[in-house]
């Protein structure tokens, strides 16, 4: 389900290519552009401890069937966002509908 005036947002899929010397994963960035993406505030902290940090949340209902898992990343109003959790879905056993994909999203600054 899309929106006529959601946002378009960037999904970038992270799938692990191969590991470095070190034995850590090493991920390629497969970005995709979703159009009609409803996008809300969630959340905004700042912590003052030494330095300021802030910490943004927003919320993003990504269309039905979209791939998204915890480490892949969205970009919304062009910044990046990392995916807070895991995505939920939801499927009305009245009507069938099935919205999207709701994803919470974090930005760390500072």
């Known amino acids: 389900m899309t929106f006529a005036f959601g946002e378009a ?6 799938t ?3 590991q470095d010397s070190d034995g850590n994963d090493v991920y390629s960035d497969a970005p995709t552009t979703l159009t009609g993406v409803p996008v809300w505030p ?3 902290t700042e912590l003052v401890q030494g330095q300021d940090t802030l910490i943004v949340g927003l919320s993003a209902l990504l269309p039905a069937g979209t791939d998204v ?4 990343r969205v970009t919304v109003y062009g910044k990046d966002y ?3 959790g895991e995505p939920g879905t939801f499927r009305s056993p009245f009507t069938n509908l099935d919205p999207g994909v709701l994803v919470n999203l974090t930005r760390a600054t500072g």
């Open 42 to 44: 969630r959340s905004s």
């Open 16 to 18: 692990v290519t191969g």
């Open 9 to 14: 947002v960037t999904l970038h899929g992270r």
């Open 82 to 84: 990392d995916i807070d």
């Open 69 to 72: 898992s915890s480490v892949d």
